[in-house]
């Protein structure tokens, strides 16, 4: 809870719920309903399955929404998901078994079933402007529902260890649901560097706050948690977020 900032384990009163995985996608619905999407499990295996359980429910359940294996969509890890509107989840990149760092961007209609409920809106190809696939991308959703962005992750590699496209991590796009296109955003201000695995969040829809623990892409470069926290504003401008002087916010060793 948020306003005690209490943790309390929640009964889950279904007999059927998903397997315990990790690198899972997952977007909340109006209803206080959480969507969980694909993920790898204890053996590392990757899913493509979608669940949902609404959060405001006195005894929560799980619902299976599209079982593992049955989805068009490659099973995946490190893939980004937001709510477009009440019922359409988008999905995007990722690693799949095949590919590191998938270019396709996925719609999931949470009130439909099988594989009517999804479809492929978009893929990367040569000759497609677009963005290039990434791992642990962040999508925000626009307010108007028009679209969606897509902000940074990790630069995708082929199964070689060769890039997939020589572009910056932090690269904006914005992808407009009627013309089914992506055009680049141009931002201002100084982006965070290539980092692996950034840590993401949206606020109110628009703005991105980014963090990154660890190392950077290039070898040997460390980055300071306290000093890789980034935000891009509502005027489309990169803003670095400088940490408390007494570093306060830093637990103790």
Known sequence: RTDTFVWRKMPITSRA?????????S???????????GGADHSNYLLNDVWSINLDDRFLEWRELSADGSSPMPSRIGHGAAMLNETAVLIMGGNSPEQYGVPDLWA?????EGRAAWALLKTWEPGVTGPRACYLPLLVPDSDGRGVRAVWGTPGNALDGSKLEDLDATQTWRFYLSEQQWQQVNTSGTPPADLWAPLLTSLRNRSVAVGAFGWMIEPGAYVNPVDSVFRLNEDEEWEHL???ADESCVDAP
């Open 242 to 244: 400088a940490a408390p």
């Open 108 to 112: 999931f209609d949470t009130e439909r």
């Open 27 to 37: 977007a909340m619905q109006m209803d206080r309903s959480l969507i969980v999407i």
């Open 17 to 25: 719920r998903p397997v315990a995985r990790t690198q899972h996608a």
